[in-house]
Every structure is written in C-alpha cells, then in structure tokens.
C-alpha cells in the first residue's frame, strides 16, 4: 500500500520560515518524480514544485521561485519543501504527489499518488 505522509505544517507569523516533510512508504521512492502542491481555502489546487528521481531538474510556478526550495532524500524515502520569509497568502494545504514519469508536469492530474496534506497558517 502506498503512504505519502505530510507533516511540518503549522500557524506561524509572517517572516517566519518552516519545513515541510513527505515520507512515503509502499513505492520505489527513487523511481518517482515528486511534487508539491497547495490548496488555498476556495482555490484550487495549484503547483509549487517538483524535483527528478535524481534531483538532477528541480522546477518551481513563477510567482514562487526564491522562497521555495524542494530537496529529496532518497535513502529516506522523503522529499522535503522548505518555505522561507513566509506570507499570510502562503496559508494554505500543502500537499506532496508522486509521478511515474521522468518528466516533471505542473498539472495536479498528472500525478498518480498524494498525501492527506498539512495545514500551513500564516498569520500577519
């Protein structure tokens, strides 16, 4: 049975940094291009980041390259997202996903496994 657990999240203050980790069980974890997503209250879904099997092609949405930064630990079976200089409209679920292909997609239905998300709140 595949397992992507989130955890990290928190309430925490504009400014403040935090990081995020997805351990994954049931999967070649190293096989799996891994992304993040995140769900605002009344938005949809949309793309953070993704990073390749071999960390080789890390990728980011526009609006949030700099403060972002996706790693992976394939001996750990995890991939991390780490947030910095955090925003009140950062607030939202953050969601890691697994994909089979070798090529990254910033489309939340081309990913085949997700996690149950953790809650993000930053207050100002």
Known sequence: QVQLVESGGGLVQAGD???LSCATSGLT???YFMGWFRQAPGKERTFVTAISQNVGNIY???S???RFTISRDNAKNTVYLQI???HPEDTAVYYC???TSADSSSYWYAYKYWGQGTQVTVSS
């Open 84 to 86: 910095n200089s955090l």
């Open 29 to 31: 974890f190293s096989s």
């Open 64 to 66: 949030l390259k700099g």
């Open 17 to 19: 940094s935090l990081r």
């Open 97 to 99: 996903a697994a994909r």
């Open 60 to 62: 980011y949405a526009d």
